[in-house]
């Protein structure tokens, strides 16, 4: 069972992703992990990935998917794996509905939905004390006093890609993406969606529900 989670930027896909692996035991497959441990171990494929990050330009689906493919490959993803960040495009998600089309292997998604507004709130709640860098949410880790840094006592300031206009219109470019991929698992009866807002607990109530009438259990 390979299940694939999918949520736009601030849906708490790691956080939920996390709890899901260590309650069922299967291997959560981060795409952006991924790309940082094997940029780090010097792998072909990192090498060939960091050539394209270092030039600031999108990795080629054709390496994001020979990395993804590479890590299924391993004893802990043999039977039950959960990837997040992964498909994010249908060119992706074809790729790896080839990928294993000859094996048993059923690949199923869910979506963690999670309205627009409350993802620009959650998304534009991020403080930083320009004084020590100390980093809060005021969703979920508030200061002790409101604008002010713990540690210093400076007055806290938004960061320009945490202001609303650039988190708007990055979050324009990836729900399209990310509408797309959703449409490509719902046109072939593969996809549950489970709302995404809520307490962690109560979130994660609802994934683990979804993820076993998939087939993904412990």
Known sequence: MILVLLGAPG???GTQAEALSAAT?????????LFRAE???GSPLGVAAKEFIDAGQLVPDE???????????RPDAATRVILDGFPRNPAQAAALDAAYAASTRAIRAVLLKVDRAVLLERLTAR???PSCGRSYHLLSRPPKS????DVCATTLITRSDDAPETVAARLANQLAALDSVV????ATGRLAVVDGVGPIDEVQARLA???AAAGLTA
């Open 25 to 33: 035991g299967a291997a959560h497959v981060a795409t952006g992990d």
């Open 127 to 129: 403080r930083v004390c």
């Open 146 to 149: 409101p604008g002010v840094c």
């Open 11 to 13: 849906a708490g896909k």
């Open 209 to 211: 529900a979804a993820a």
């Open 39 to 41: 940029i780090s171990a």
């Open 63 to 73: 390496v994001t998917i020979n990395m993804i493919q590479a890590r299924l490959a």
């Open 183 to 186: 449409d490509l698992y719902r």
